[in-house]
């Protein structure tokens, strides 16, 4: 093989796009949270006639990849359920209330992962604890990656990711108004992280 083969192959190798990291590392990488690219969002059926959507505006975590060995990965979220949102003061107000998220009692709810599986080249789920009005139940979430690259702006390594999952809120002790409002609750996180 020529000297020209030779590198033009050792570069593809070198930046061809990892399914999650773009740059070649055997060790885990720490990852922050862009927040102002990041959104925790979930949807409530109403008698069947209508879908609340909501979100959580205020959360952050610990998020450790390891792009060799993906089941190395760890990922810690803290939610402040205070931060929630249905875009309807008196609802949201009702939501807080011990009916529901309680959160002068339980200000917090959290997600620590316990397996990390790679699924395909663009998809994983991260199953995990989480906890929510002290109740704590096995979660898993799937998450599909956007795109593994630095970022043009800022040349810093960003991945972008979307995970669903779906909560059954009567699970956790939250079960006012089921079934009329709905026990099933779908929820999507996306993210943007960046490589510290």
């Known amino acids: 093989m020529s000297r020209l083969s030779t590198a033009l192959l050792a570069a593809s190798l070198l930046t061809a796009p990892a399914l999650?990291?773009?740059?070649?590392?055997?060790?885990?990488?720490?990852y922050a949270i862009d927040h102002s690219h990041a959104a925790l969002t979930f949807t409530v059926n109403h008698f069947g006639y209508s879908t609340v959507h909501g979100r959580f505006s205020d959360f952050?975590?610990?998020?450790?990849?390891?792009?060799?060995?993906?089941?190395?990965?760890?990922?810690?979220?803290t939610?402040?359920?205070?931060?929630?949102?249905?875009?309807?003061?008196?609802?949201?107000?009702?939501?807080?209330?011990a009916d529901?998220?309680?959160?002068?009692?339980?200000?917090?709810?959290?997600?620590?992962?316990?397996?990390?599986?790679?699924?395909?080249?663009?998809?994983?789920?991260?199953t995990g604890d989480f906890t929510l009005l002290d109740v704590t139940k096995p979660v898993?979430?799937?998450?599909?990656?956007?795109?593994?690259a630095p970022n043009p702006a800022t040349q810093v390594q960003t991945i972008g990711l979307v995970?669903?999952?779906?909560?059954?809120?009567?699970?956790?002790?939250?079960?006012?108004?089921?079934?009329?409002?709905?026990?099933?609750?779908?929820?999507?996180?996306?993210?943007?992280l960046n490589q510290k």
């Open 20 to 30: 999650l990291a773009g740059t070649a590392s055997a060790e885990p990488v720490d």
């Open 60 to 77: 952050d975590g610990t998020v450790v990849i390891d792009e060799e060995a993906p089941e190395n990965s760890k990922v810690a979220v």
């Open 79 to 97: 939610i402040d359920t205070a931060s929630l949102e249905t875009f309807w003061d008196p609802r949201d107000e009702h939501l807080k209330t």
């Open 100 to 126: 529901f998220f309680n959160v002068e009692a339980f200000p917090k709810a959290t997600f620590t992962s316990t397996k990390v599986e790679k699924t395909s080249d663009t998809t994983l789920d991260v």
């Open 140 to 148: 898993t979430i799937t998450f599909t990656v956007n795109k593994s």
């Open 163 to 192: 995970g669903t999952t779906t909560l059954t809120r009567s699970d956790f002790g939250m079960s006012t108004y089921v079934p009329a409002v709905s026990d099933e609750i779908p929820v999507r996180i996306d993210l943007e």
